[in-house]
């Protein structure tokens, strides 16, 4: 067993040889704690020997919180008709990019839910008014909304994502794959996009030249196995596409949605986060995600295999919703990386480093 | 365990070492230990004595804090339950008062009282031998751990009395145990800045010496995370370590990181999540004859505090209602955990949680009828 860690060790972490489903499972459910968080910071600073930790300046803007998918594990949407329903009108756009920039932002990420009425142009049009004013990168829409988008306007999706790319998109972030597990989604989001059509989505994305990133919600319904599968699914598609620039796996808030369970425990992100540091040896990027653990644990999740700190997170609003308020500023996020003995640095979405920060 | 080779390109191979076969570590180890970049080796290191000594057993305790009042006669800048006599939101329990909460609580199963409060210019002796008596009549089955070394010397000073002597009297009144509180960072030059009129260092090893003397066991803390250095820190879990060599009668070390909220450190952050988790693992790793470490959720968070049963500790204190000095500091954590959810973390961390008198004794069943 010794000698098998050992050889294992050096294979894997020496000299980049890929761990197959067997391992990571064995590895998920036998590894001890250090060991996992020793492999991934391993990995993690082979990938990354400059010992940069970047974080992007950016807001989430949620256009609308009016959504007919109903996820269980939400706290954020109004169903069609509710008095709290909204769409943000273009002057508050406006103003929120406006401050977003003046804050020193490069970026917007711009995200609602799965509205009955808005067409397709509503979206164009959106991305067009802000290309028009704004120098800023838009991460926008998730494969969910994209798959909506399509259904409703009875297209398909390489077509939706061709004209949203042409009014201004710049990139896809990777929200709403949960967990990429068909079983698992009719459990906890039985009206969202299959775990085959979120994986499309960024195919094409992909294919027409759009990076995105890709996400975990994780400490709900889904068993070991079904994070394992996640994580191979995206290591697949990124073999084929290379289009990913990161992994942000988090953890399910039970506050204020309709699934009652305990929340992950922060051991158990440590865990998740230091395995998909080693599954996915074809991402570049692992985010640790503060906005769920809070800045203590997120600054020892450098030391388990991420090598970004996210966003300063000008405006949250989702995980808000569920009840949990943690805020950072520039000045905060730079001094808790650089207190990890790593050198901070402002990024792209594309994860290059903007010169001077 | 990480492989024995990482030691070696860390440096850490001397240290990596003198922890397998048991050996001590000297102040300028735990210096090397806190400047290493790698938080998991260390942390790794820290676990290997921790499952040495504990396991994979975690401790916690269902118990009661108690603060009879937060006026206060010191003034320490990193304090923010201080109040002067009479100022807007100070307070005063009276005995009745106390005996009150006490039966508040009564159909918990408690096993442990811990009374604190601030050095209060007037209350004298007999009302704390009241105050345990009383207590004592009803709940008699419940251990009482009250008054730091700090309020023991305060209560001294009041009186005219040796401090020996209040140990003595406060021990017939039912007395068992003394917190750690007080502590703070023992440097004369760090008490001078923030705490100038407590008791000292020396003073507070003193009354410590006095109690372990006497058969009355006690905890013991580290305030860090202001303006102390390394070399501070560990001077401070040095002393520690000395006494404790001496007498034996330190059950739990409880490393607690600063909270800078409400309180007059300008500038002073507190510690950040690595700190702390260093802290705890150097402090597991140099206190090689204090059994227990302490990982305190109030103060640290229940994330972090969790993780830290990793770096460590192996105990999570308590379910602790009506906790005030940490979170009138800007403690975010929550008012109690539930001996459930205390558990889950505890299990959910690869460990078996195990219910702890404040003496670490397994609780007994008879106790938790309450």
């Not at chain 2, 201080?82 to 009564?106: H, I, M």
Request: aromatic fraction near 8%; hydrophobic fraction near 40%.
């Amino acid at each position: 067993m010794e000698k098998g860690k050992e050889i294992f060790f050096n294979e894997v972490l020496n000299e980049g040889r890929r761990v197959s489903w067997d391992e990571a499972r064995r590895i998920y459910r036998e590894a001890d704690f250090h060991w996992l968080g020793y492999a991934a910071h391993t990995i993690r600073r082979r990938k990354h020997p400059d010992d940069v930790v970047t974080y992007v300046v950016d807001r989430n803007i949620n256009y609308s919180n009016i959504c007919v998918c109903g996820c269980r594990f939400c706290a954020f949407y109004r169903p069609p008709g509710h008095p709290e329903g909204y769409v943000l009108e273009r002057s508050a756009l406006a103003r929120k990019i406006e401050e977003t920039l003046v804050l020193g932002g490069t970026q917007i990420l711009l995200q609602g839910g799965h509205h009955p009425d808005l067409p397709l142009s509503f979206y164009e049009d959106m991305l067009r008014f802000i290309k028009d004013r704004y120098p800023v990168h838009i991460h926008a829409f998730s494969p969910p909304e994209i798959v909506f988008f399509a259904r409703r306007e009875r297209l398909d999706t390489a077509a939706v994502i061709a004209r949203l790319k042409e009014a201004g998109l710049d990139s896809i972030p990777g929200g709403g794959a949960e967990i990429l597990v068909d079983a698992v989604r009719r459990k906890v989001s039985p009206n969202k996009c299959s775990a085959a059509e979120w994986l499309g989505v960024m195919e094409e994305a992909h294919r027409q030249g759009l990076r995105t990133t890709a996400t975990m919600m994780f400490g709900h319904e889904e068993s070991l196995d079904d994070r394992l599968a996640h994580l191979f699914a995206l290591r697949d598609l990124q073999d084929r596409t290379g289009g990913f620039t990161a992994f942000i796996p988090w953890t399910f808030q039970p506050g204020h949605t309709a699934l009652e369970r305990r929340p992950e425990t922060a051991v158990g992100y440590l865990r998740l986060l230091a395995l998909s540091r080693l599954v996915l040896d074809n991402f570049d990027n692992i985010q640790a995600s503060w906005v769920t653990m809070g800045p203590k644990v997120a600054q020892a999740a450098l030391f388990f295999g991420a090598n970004d700190f996210g966003s300063t997170m000008i405006e949250e609003n989702v995980v808000a919703a569920a009840g949990v308020h943690f805020r950072l500023s520039l000045e905060e996020i730079r001094r808790i990386i650089e207190d990890a003995g790593f050198v901070p640095k402002q990024r792209t979405m594309a994860y290059e480093w903007i010169e001077g920060s | 365990m990480i492989p024995a080779a990482v030691y070696k390109s860390l440096g850490l191979d001397g240290i990596f070492h003198k922890v397998i076969a048991g050996d001590r570590l000297d102040v300028e180890d735990g210096l090397r230990l806190f400047q290493c970049r790698d938080l998991v080796a260390v942390g790794a290191l820290a676990h290997q004595v921790r499952l040495r000594r504990h396991g994979r057993t975690t401790f916690y305790v269902v118990n009661q804090h108690i603060n009879y009042s937060n006026v206060c006669v010191n003034g320490c800048l990193f304090c923010a339950f201080r109040r002067r006599k009479g100022e807007p939101g100070s307070f005063e329990l009276t005995v009745s008062d106390v005996v009150a909460k006490v039966q508040e609580r009564f159909q918990d199963p408690i096993t442990e009282i811990h009374i604190v409060g601030g050095c209060h210019p007037e209350l004298r002796l007999e009302t704390f031998e009241a105050m345990l008596r009383a207590i004592r009549r009803v709940r008699p089955q419940v251990h009482l751990k009250a008054f730091t070394a700090v309020e023991i010397a305060h209560f001294a000073h009041l009186e005219g009395l040796p401090t020996r002597e209040v140990l003595l009297r406060l021990r017939a009144a039912g007395l068992e145990m003394l917190p750690g509180g007080g502590a703070e960072v023992f440097s004369p030059r760090v008490r001078r800045l923030l705490c100038p009129n407590k008791l000292d260092g020396e003073g507070w090893l003193r009354v410590m010496r006095e109690a372990h003397e006497l058969g009355i066991k006690s905890n013991a803390t580290m305030l860090f995370g202001h303006r102390e250095t390394l070399e501070e820190r560990l001077e401070h879990l040095d002393a520690l370590r000395r006494l404790q060599d001496e007498t034996g009668g330190f059950v739990c070390f409880i490393p607690l990181p600063f909270q800078p909220l409400n309180t007059e450190v300008d500038g002073a952050r507190g510690p950040s999540g690595v700190d702390i988790l260093k802290t705890i693992a150097v402090s597991r790793l140099m206190l090689d004859n204090i059994p227990h470490i302490k990982a305190y959720w109030v103060m640290l968070g229940v994330k972090l505090a969790q993780v830290a049963l990793h770096f460590g500790a192996d105990d999570l204190d308590g379910t602790v209602v009506e906790e005030k000095i940490g979170h009138m500091a800007g403690a975010e954590s929550e008012d109690f955990l539930t001996r459930e959810a205390l558990e889950n973390l505890i299990r959910e961390a690869g460990f078996h949680p195990v219910e702890r008198n404040c003496f670490f004794e397994a609780a007994q069943a008879s106790v938790q009828a309450g």
